[in-house]
């Protein structure tokens, strides 16, 4: 079983793997998060930071700028990154609006986005994780700990998703990637 995951993870594009939930690692600074200031993001075919919405970068690396930005605290560059993406409702760009409102304090509406986001994929252990940290934030340990057993449920025991959210529930501590 495990050389069938592993097989799975080497072949997906490593910005849909460090998206998913199961990257242990926050993500590595690039020239998006380096030098691109503001609402930009490093567009390697030009060669400079643009606007993500004249950017040459698919959904996958948009996402993964997303993510980089957010783990960086700039949230909202994060949140202009995702409304560029075509795919508005695509699991893990509600995901991310989710983590991204939830970051910025606005919890109710990070809320509705994890909500959102599984309604559209009930399998989504990263959007269960942050909304189960945000529950923790709150205070709320009971919720928070039906989402960790809807990730163990669902498979992704000893993912990255389940391992934070069950350090957030022992620790009252989230994380920021």
């Known amino acids: 079983m495990r050389c069938f995951a592993l097989a799975a993870a ?3 594009p ?3 793997f460090a998206a998913s939930g199961n990257d242990w690692n926050p993500p590595k600074p690039t020239e998006t998060t380096k030098t691109c200031k503001g609402k930009r993001v490093w567009d390697e075919q030009k060669k400079r930071c643009v606007r993500p919405r004249k950017s040459s970068l698919n959904q996958q690396q948009l996402l993964g700028a997303a993510r ?3 783990y960086a605290g700039r949230q909202e560059d994060a949140q202009a990154v995702l409304g560029a993406m075509a795919d508005q409702q695509d699991s893990l760009v509600l995901t991310y609006w989710g983590f991204t409102h939830r970051r910025l304090g606005d919890l ?3 809320q509705d986005y994890y909500e959102q986001a599984l309604a559209r994929d009930p399998d989504n252990v990263l959007a269960r994780s ?4 945000g529950l923790v934030e709150q205070g709320k340990y009971g919720a928070a700990l ?3 057993k809807e990730i163990k449920a669902r498979g992704g025991d000893g993912t990255w998703a389940e391992a934070s959210l069950r350090s957030a529930l022992e620790t009252g501590a989230s994380y920021s990637y």
């Open 68 to 70: 980089e930005l957010a």
């Open 108 to 110: 109710e509406l990070a």
């Open 14 to 16: 490593m910005t849909a």
């Open 10 to 12: 080497l072949t997906l």
């Open 146 to 148: 039906i989402q960790w």
């Open 130 to 133: 942050y909304m189960g940290q």
